[in-house]
């Protein structure tokens, strides 16, 4: 039933702002066919940090640090901070490979796909410094930005990382 509303609302809002965001068979994750879609994502300007790391499920440091990200869900709790994952699977593997992986690790945080294959043209929106290789962090908070390419060791290591924008 939970899944059935969040579909409902989600539905509502794409078609309110005219999107082709797709949702994958399960609909447990937002499919974002190109960057431009996503974009708002990356020009907020309201009171809420966002950090958005981008990963795989076959990339081996992205999932050794994916923990790290779910523990700040749980730290930044009631705090105005949003972390979404940006899966960078490949589109084929969405429903056999990410679904299933989201399920068996119980990820709380936001997980959206972005399979927009035309990564020379997306990569500099998000940092100039970025080489394309993941995993690779942003943080955002009102207008500022610090990126970070590479995994983190631990979760404070993520927390003074997020702390640097708030600065």
């Known amino acids: 039933m939970k899944r059935f509303f969040r579909s409902l ?10 999107t ?25 300007s309201n009171d809420t940090t966002y950090v958005v790391n981008f990963w795989a499920t076959w990339c081996k440091p992205c999932v050794k640090e994916l923990p790290y990200f779910e ?9 105005p901070v949003k972390i979404i994952l940006v899966s960078l699977d490949f589109p084929k593997q969405i429903d ?3 679904i299933p992986f989201i399920r068996e690790h119980g990820l709380q945080a936001e997980v959206v796909v972005l399979t927009d294959p035309d990564a020379n043209s997306w990569i500099p929106q998000i940092a100039d410094e970025w080489s394309g290789a993941i995993p690779a962090t942003l943080v955002q908070y009102q207008g500022k930005r610090v990126f970070h390419e590479g995994d983190f060791e631990s979760l404070e ?9 708030n600065k």
């Open 71 to 79: 523990k700040a869900v749980q730290a930044y709790k009631g705090h």
């Open 9 to 18: 609302v989600l539905t509502l809002v794409m078609i309110g702002w005219g």
């Open 157 to 165: 290591d993520l927390q003074e990382f997020i702390a640097r924008c």
């Open 20 to 44: 082709s965001v797709i949702w994958s068979q399960e609909s447990e994750v937002a499919v974002y066919p190109t960057f431009e879609e996503m974009a708002p994502l990356f020009n907020a």
């Open 96 to 98: 056999s490979r990410l």
